[in-house]
């Protein structure tokens, strides 16, 4: 495994990849991996002949509030686990060469599905996340891109941007890695003291009881108030229990496959979760 500093240096190392016509597999990460992380290179080792894999903290998709500074940098610990599941190259930039000194004037912004969920708490974030994206997929150039249905916000944001601006790519999304107690795996996880750690796996849980309620017949509503009603029992602090059609657009009945979003808060580490609901006609 290679790994790569700077976009001279890749572009030289994928050269002869894309002089032989080889598929590029690309896993965009900020690393402090874990397994989800690894769950996505498995996929793209399974469909591609070259699998690489970014390590970039991204500035801009931090709030003034969001600790930048502080987020985990483990390359040297992420580099092994990348080895074993065979990437083939690691890119793992500086911020300077990612954005170089002059000042960046473009910016990157996709509507509606950003003002909402997640977006509506961190302004500006997925303008951060589809610079990044589009930057990296520049530098890359890849045939495949490999991102987490755990970040199913952000995934459905990098289908629109791909598709919008006609980017030869094809998106892919990968099934939440899961703990044994069913809790989605996160790097946030490990902030959580041993008693929110026993209390966490409930949200999923909670969404799984949410998916039998509603092929029950039960309506939407009285789902949805289920769910915050039984988070809140359990100790959280919700944020937002939410539907929405897989392409994120609203919806007030069950009559279509949906997904059920919630985000929470367990002291200070605030989860996420979604599950996605077949509607059977
Ligand atoms: O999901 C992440 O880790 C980041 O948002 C991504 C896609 C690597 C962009 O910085």
Do not use: W
């Not at 509030?65 to 483990?74: A, H, L, V």
């Not at 990044?132 to 459905?156: E, H, M, R, S």
């Not at 107690?181 to 929110?196: C, F, K, P, T, V």
């Amino acid at each position: 495994m290679k790994t790569e500093t700077t976009i001279q240096g890749l572009s030289a190392s994928l050269n002869p990849a894309r002089a032989a016509r080889k598929i590029i597999g690309f896993v965009p990460t900020m690393g402090n991996l874990h397994e989800g992380h690894l769950n996505l290179v498995r996929a793209a080792r399974k469909l591609c002949d070259v699998v690489v894999v970014s390590i970039f903290v991204n500035p801009i998709q931090f709030g003034p509030n969001e600790d930048f500074d502080n987020y985990p940098r483990t390359l040297e610990h992420d580099s092994h686990l990348l080895a074993e599941v065979g990437c083939d190259i690691v890119f793992a930039p500086s911020v300077e060469q990612m954005y170089g000194k002059q000042p960046r004037l473009t910016n990157i912004s996709v509507s509606e599905i950003t003002n909402d969920l997640c977006g509506l708490q961190r302004p500006g974030h997925f303008d951060g996340v589809a610079v990044v994206v589009t930057k990296l997929f520049n530098i890359v150039q890849p045939n495949f891109a490999f991102f987490g249905q755990k970040d199913y916000q952000q995934l459905a944001v990098i289908k629109q941007l791909v598709r919008d601006l006609n980017m030869p790519i094809e998106v892919i999304g990968v099934p939440i890695t899961r703990a044994e107690d069913g809790l989605a795996l996160s790097s946030r996880n490990g902030y959580l003291s041993e008693q929110e750690r026993a209390t966490a796996p409930s949200m999923y849980a909670t969404l799984q009881a949410a998916e039998k309620q509603l092929q029950n017949g039960q309506s939407l509503d009285v789902v949805l108030s289920n769910i915050r009603q039984q988070l809140t029992e359990a100790g959280f602090d919700v944020d937002y229990v939410e539907v929405r059609t897989p392409m994120l657009q609203k919806i007030g009945q069950f009559d279509q496959d949906i997904v059920l979003f919630v985000a929470a808060k367990l002291g200070k580490t605030r989860l996420i979760d979604n599950l996605q609901v077949k509607h059977s006609t």
